[in-house]
């Protein structure tokens, strides 16, 4: 994790400076950017490893330039937002940024952030301590088989019954695997949230539902009648399957 490049795409020219320092100490190689043209040439470049994207930018915004990264690449996205645009969050969200962080914020909570996407990108880390398991207790390189479909959790690739591959983002893929490790367990948001994320649910955090729903869109026939990621009222979600372990 240490040497990770972190890109700031934020055209706040102390916030860049103030995350380039602290991140900086911490080990990260930072680069600054104030736009998406800027943003467009570091990815280019190839080892950009995540990406700090502000939502309010002259020009392309960064919901624009989120769904660019989505399209072109696969680097985690950690989206900036003004406090109390629940529906901008939301809408980041649904085209795959791993994660958000209101404006202002503390530089420890998205070092925390920023430590817990690349640990799960690396398939790595600590046990969790709890009963359910967790995709952050270590590299899982089973293929995972469930209701027709095939989770390559080395490759972090899914296939659809008719064995064509189905694109899923960072967020996606964490908390599909959560879900495929307990399966047939009823998780509340602030579990799943926990397992998939390393961190507990804020009191307006949607993070869960909004995965919950683009994971149903590709998963289910009907998405508003899903019969494998089920709602259950006052408990949260479950996995109504069975999964079979695939060396």
């Known amino acids: 994790m240490s040497g990770a490049h972190i890109l700031i795409v934020d055209d706040d020219l102390e916030i860049c400076e103030l995350l380039s320092q602290f991140l900086g ?6 680069t600054a950017v104030a ?17 700090i994207l502000d939502l309010m930018l002259p020009g392309e ?13 696969e680097v985690p996205i950690i989206m900036l937002t003004a406090m109390g645009s629940e529906t901008d969050r939301v809408v980041g969200l649904e085209m795959g940024a791993d994660d958000y962080l209101a404006k202002p914020f503390s530089t420890r909570e998205l070092l925390a952030r920023i430590k817990a996407v690349l640990r799960r990108l690396g398939a790595r880390g600590e046990p969790s301590g709890s009963s359910r398991v967790s995709p952050r207790q270590g590299p899982h390189r089973d293929v995972l088989a469930f209701a027709g479909w ?4 080395g490759r972090r690739r899914l296939y659809a019954p008719d064995g064509v591959l189905v694109d899923l983002t ?3 893929f964490d908390l599909l695997l959560v879900f495929l490790l307990n399966p047939q367990r009823v998780m509340d948001r602030d579990e799943l949230l ?16 909004v995965q919950v729903g683009r994971l149903r869109r590709k998963l289910e026939a009907d998405p508003k009648s899903p019969e ?15 999964v079979q372990r695939q060396k």
């Open 35 to 51: 736009d998406g043209a800027g943003m467009r040439a570091t990815v280019d470049d190839g080892d950009v490893d995540l990406v």
């Open 25 to 30: 100490t911490e080990g990260f190689r930072v």
């Open 170 to 172: 960072g967020g996606e």
């Open 194 to 209: 926990s397992l998939a994320r390393g961190r507990t649910a804020g009191p307006e955090d949607r993070t869960i539902d």
């Open 150 to 153: 095939t989770l390559d959790t």
């Open 61 to 73: 915004d960064g919901l624009a330039l989120c769904r660019y990264l989505r399209a072109t690449s």
């Open 228 to 242: 494998l990621i089920k709602t259950v009222r006052g408990g949260g979600y479950v996995l109504a399957t069975e």
